[in-house]
């Protein structure tokens, strides 16, 4: 799974961070720390949280090879799409 996708809404200063969805790998939601949360108005979705702030958590990904490729910002969301090689 070489890309991955992290998000942060309103205050990127201090978390949470989405992190991953249903799909993700397991091995890297447990380094990040992540758990799975249930959206309740989204039944066909789980992201991964982690409290951290989006730096500690892109940090964290550069670690363990991951490379920025594009961030963006949506309304009050924050996107970053990593990849992997």
Known sequence: MPYLLISTQIR???GPTMVGDEYSDPE???HLGASKRIV???RLFSPYY???PPRIV???LERRG???LSMTGVGQTLVWCLHKE
């Open 58 to 60: 892109l940090d964290k």
């Open 66 to 68: 991951f490379r920025v």
């Open 12 to 14: 990127m200063e201090v």
């Open 50 to 52: 982690v409290n951290d």
């Open 40 to 42: 309740a108005f989204l």
């Open 28 to 30: 890297l939601m447990q």
